[in-house]
């Protein structure tokens, strides 16, 4: 369910202008902490590169 | 006149005592409203809700109807639908918030002009009683949208989002909202006192929660005083849920919508 609703959203964001990028959904177990922060340090590079999101201009503005 | 066949139908109905009434329009003192025929001699004020303009005149009928039903369960009641009041009500159905057996739909086409003015896919419904039965219409406005890039998409929505008063009029007027808990309503997520709302979060929680739901009526646009382009939102909600899932809300008698059914692989 999770998964589908994700898909949706994606796109939604994607037409909204928002990057469908900044939203990522991983399924990682609480024994998996190697493959956790894989994860986690991946995506926060990932997001490094996006760059600024455009809500947070927003909330400054 | 389209008229005329429709209150045949309607007073046969009646008259043979099939229904406990017929849940219409009526034309009064200058006004189209909602009104529940139990007369037959009373089917002279009937209306299609034409006043100025076409179907300028519609209302949520399927929620008139949630409402008569539960407070008689036991009645058949006739309803007045357009193709996309026919796909409400086949979601209605399946949702449980209505009983088939006790609905009987009276079913409109729209004419022409209305139908390219709501962009509709399918101006008229299956059960056709009377009216045209009028040409798919692609959606411009979603195409418009589709060709922005993501930096003017995203200015383009703020702009019109933040214009909401939060009057809860494109909710309130949904036919297919039917929830009792209504997630803009709680406070952890929606601050009280606070306009425009969080956006854009509030309308694209909103715009989820139409997924699968949304029967391109359009009434939540018609009743917004902002002229927030709910229904260019809700109509690309069609468009991914047909994209990935191949489901088209409202078409399909049996077949849920996909965030209906929990899938075990």
Known sequence: ?61 | MVNTKIKETVRALLVEGKIRGFLGLRGENGHIMPHLFCDPQELESLSLGDWKKAGDSRYPLNQILIRLAMEYPEETFAVLVRGCDERGLRELFKWKQLDEEKVIPIGIGCPDELAKVCECEKPFPDGLIDGPRGEKTGSQKVARINEMGLDARFKFWLAEFNRCVKCFGCRNVCPMCFCNECTLEEEFLVGKGEVPPDNPTFHLVRAMHMVGRCIDCGLCEEACPADIPLRTLYKKIADIVSEEFGYKTGYSVDEKSPLNIIEVK
């Open chain 1, 1 to 61: 369910m999770a998964k589908k609703r994700l898909a949706v959203l994606q796109k939604l964001l994607e037409f909204s202008g928002i990057n469908p990028e900044r939203l990522r959904m991983r399924w990682v177990s609480s024994a998996e902490a190697v493959e956790f922060v894989h994860e986690i340090s991946e995506f926060a590079e990932e997001i490094k590169k996006l760059g600024t999101n455009p809500l947070k201009e927003k909330d400054a503005a």
